[in-house]
């Protein structure tokens, strides 16, 4: 079994999201290292999750933290490849730690599709992955569509809204956009999970075999 297109998925924190994340081959997991977030994962936790899996590579999530903070946060961490960060001057401390960059950039008003349209080139010239969100998760017009292209030949991008189980594919054809990021979330109790919008995306996706 495999997907369609590049999936990452964030903010795993429990074992029942991570194994059937990995089940369902998706490519990246990312988990939250800084303390203060919600969805916090320490190194003892990570690596009774991480036990489990194979065949996926796993993304360290910062917003805030500081390179020289993240980068000894991750010597308390065994099996990281990636690092995302929300601080566009974080990734040039970070452009020879070793670690593949992930850009996350939040949409929040017309003025933001220009802000990365500009930047977008120098994360492609970089090789920096850039994992585009929004406040909103509305059904994507034409003209984001077409600055969604616009990006996608100038960077590696990850779409992380505007999109369900039956848009998914024809929005993957219209932007030429590298993959898809989705969230992981709480566990209603421990092993009981409400997987139904990641699932029906995920199994919506797969190649049939």
């Known amino acids: 079994m495999a997907l369609k297109t590049f999936v990452k998925i964030s903010n795993v924190n429990n074992l029942s999201d991570a194994r059937y994340c990995s089940g369902m081959y998706v490519n ?114 034409q003209e984001e569509i077409d600055s969604l292209r616009a990006l996608a030949k100038n960077c590696e991008v990850l779409l992380g809204f505007g999109f369900d189980s039956e848009t998914i594919g024809e929005l993957l054809d219209a932007t030429g956009v590298k993959g898809i990021s989705m969230k992981g979330g709480h566990e209603i109790r421990p092993g009981i999970k409400d997987f139904d919008e990641l699932a029906d995306i995920l199994e919506a996706l797969e190649l049939e075999d």
């Open 28 to 141: 990246l997991m990312g988990f939250s290292l800084e303390e203060h977030s919600e969805h916090y994962v320490s190194p003892v936790e990570f690596k009774e999750i991480t036990d489990w899996l194979s065949g996926l590579e796993y993304v360290a999530e910062f917003s805030l933290t500081h390179p020289d903070q993240i980068l000894q946060t991750l010597t308390t961490y065994e099996g990281f490849t990636w690092i995302q960060v929300e601080e566009k001057h974080h990734l040039q401390l970070l452009e020879n730690s070793g670690y593949g960059l992930i850009y996350r950039f939040t949409l929040r008003s017309k003025s933001d599709w220009e802000e990365i349209l500009s930047f977008s080139r120098s994360l492609g010239e970089q090789q920096i992955v850039l994992n585009l969100e929004s406040d909103t998760n509305q059904e994507l017009q």
